[in-house]
């Protein structure tokens, strides 16, 4: 081997090793900038707010109706009166998550703005109908980058068949803490109410009995073989046993992640 090709070789396996450490460096990072996601914003926060944090990122969830079909639409708070609202722009390449009925409601993280037509447009490469946004220019707008579709309990309990395999964000109030991996999420009402089983995969800890958060995850029918071959759950045979007898081939929610839910100083929410 000559001195030339022993040098190559020695800057190709530096630049291999280099290339992996920024690899792993990359990894790491994305991975601490997830885990600092501590929970989401209300809509009024955002709508009612004098002076917007431009490239602030944010989460917030809500009902959905289109301004601009696939474009664009306007969340408002979920409630039983009407609520804030804020205009969402969708800049995340991806289309909106189907409704599996009649209404959409939706989780969005994404940055927040203030709405300039002809500056969103150049910056973003989009044609956006003028007239549609009338009413929203110089409006807090937020630009989405991910969305996710965001049922009550009560909807994935009536028909979880509509939401299995698909990625869903959950609120209510922890119930019962079953074990180290699963706990029960109950509607956040004052009376009666739907219970769904979380089980916590992610070695996150789990949050304290009647805290209010948000779960994301994955929607599966509990199957005992497939949860044991899928899953590293190091959960006791009495917990198990029990898990299996209430939930078997009912729906549960894998998490992805868990944070506490914005609080929501009205009366009614």
């Known amino acids: 081997m000559s001195r030339y090709q022993m040098k190559f070789n020695s800057l190709g396996i530096g630049a291999l090793l280099l290339s ?57 708070e979920e409630g039983f009166l009407e609520g804030d609202r804020v205009l969402v722009i ?61 049922p009550g309990l009560e909807d994935i309990s009536e028909d979880p068949t509509l939401y299995y395999a698909q990625e869903v964000a959950v609120e209510g109030e922890v119930d019962e803490i079953r074990s180290d991996y699963t706990f029960t999420l109950k509607e956040d009402q004052l009376i009666g109410g739907d219970d769904l089983l979380i089980i916590n995969a992610t070695g996150e800890p789990i949050p304290t009995e009647d805290e209010k958060v948000v779960v994301t995850g994955t929607v599966r029918p509990y199957i005992k073989a497939e949860f044991e071959r899928d899953y590293d759950l190091t959960w006791d045979l009495d917990i198990q046993e029990e898990i299996e007898a209430e939930y078997s081939e009912k729906p549960v929610l894998v998490v992805d992640s868990i944070y506490t839910s914005a609080e929501d100083d009205g009366l009614l929410e």
Do not use: H, K
């Not at 994305?30 to 602030?56: F, H, M, Y």
């Not at 409704?99 to 150049?122: F, I, K, N």
């Open 90 to 150: 969708n800049v995340s390449g991806e289309e909106l998550p189907i409704a599996p009925s009649d209404d959409l409601e939706l989780q969005v993280t994404g940055e927040t703005g203030m709405l300039v037509l002809a500056d969103v447009e150049s910056e973003y490469g989009l044609d956006l109908d003028p007239e549609l946004y009338v009413d929203y220019e110089n409006q807090p707008v937020i630009f989405a980058q991910s969305m996710v579709l965001s």
């Open 20 to 76: 992996l450490a920024t690899i792993g460096t990359t990894l790491e990072t994305s991975q601490l900038r997830a885990q600092e996601v501590e929970g989401n914003t209300n809509i009024e926060e955002i709508s009612e707010s004098e002076d917007v944090t431009v490239g602030e990122e944010v989460t917030v969830r809500g009902e959905v109706e289109e301004v601009e079909p696939g474009v664009s639409f306007v969340m408002e």
